[in-house]
Structure formats: C-alpha cells, structure tokens
C-alpha cells in the first residue's frame, strides 16, 4: 500500500501548476494559469492542438470532447459539431513556431453575455519537458457580471490545463 501511495506521488511530482484570477469586475476578468510537464515542448503543441485529447467533455455542448476539432490557421476555429448542432468556442488568431497560440475565445455562457476573450496559449521549453502559460483577458457590458463568472472560468480552465499537461490515459 505505501509503494503504491509513494509511486502516485512519484507520478505527481513533474506537473506544478499555479492558477490565478489576477484581477476582476462586472465588466472584465484576466486570469493566468501555469503548468509544468515533463512532456517536451513539440510534443505538448501536438497535444494542445488535438482538443478532443484533452479538453474535458463536461465543458461542450454535445457531452463529448471527440465533437471537437481545431483549424490550426489565422481564422480556423475552434469548432464543436454534433447531430443536432454545432457552435465555433473560438477563432484562432495568431500561431507562432509551435509555441504560442492566441484565440477570440468566448468558450461556453461568454457568447450569450457579450463577452470579448482573448485566450494566449504559450509553450516554454524546459529542461526537463515544457512549461504552458494560459493568459485569458475578457471585456464585456456591466451586464456580464464577470466578477461573478471568472471563478468558474478559472476552475475550467485549471482543469484544462491540468488535463493538457498530465498526458494521455486521464481516467474520468
């Protein structure tokens, strides 16, 4: 039992992550999030751009991360199609040498609220795999109330980044 404890730790022990609502209002939220991996740089871009590989399906429309797709060019989008429906999360706006990529990303109730989201994805190669930074920004009416969304945003995307970092085989 304690070999077994010890190797979960073990396990544990290559991905450090630091999450952060850096500042708030009714009409604007930034957050910034970072994870450590022992994945290497080139292959977490890999991952990052295969959605369906790690966003987390409770966070779609359809119940199901294999509805997404990621059209990995200025104006692609970041796309969820199912049956009945489909709906754009996000338009890339910039990649850069497999390490940054920026999205207008009103992910989920943002759309319905008015909200502007500029999402930075970017990749630091370390010496022992890489480092991903999440810098999120979003602008919207007094209406939005963003304050009071921001905290569920940040869980989402914490979760997100755990689940990018961590690798393949995350058992739900």
């Not at 990303?105 to 991903?132: C, D, S």
Request: aromatic share 6%; charged share 20%; glycine share 6%.
């Amino acid at each position: 039992m304690l070999t077994r404890i010890l190797l979960i730790a073990l396990l544990l022990l290559p991905l450090t992550a630091i999450a952060d609502i850096v500042s708030s209002s009714s009409t604007h939220y930034v957050l910034r999030h970072e994870a450590n991996t022992t994945l290497s740089a080139d292959e977490l871009w890999d991952r990052l751009v295969d959605p369906a590989a790690w966003w987390h399906p409770d966070h779609t429309y359809s119940g199901s991360a294999d509805n997404l797709s990621l059209d990995l060019k200025p104006g692609g989008l970041w796309l969820e199609t199912w049956e009945s429906g489909a709906v754009s999360h996000g338009e890339v706006l910039l990649m850069q040498d497999k390490r940054i990529l920026r999205l207008n990303a009103p992910f989920g109730p943002l759309q319905g609220v008015g909200a502007h989201v500029i999402w930075t994805i970017t990749i630091e190669e370390k010496e022992t795999g890489a480092m991903v930074i999440f810098d999120e920004s979003a602008t919207a009416p007094p209406t939005a109330k963003l304050d009071e969304l921001a905290p569920a945003v940040d869980f989402v995307k914490t979760e997100a980044i755990r689940r990018l970092t961590v690798g393949a085989g995350i058992a739900e």
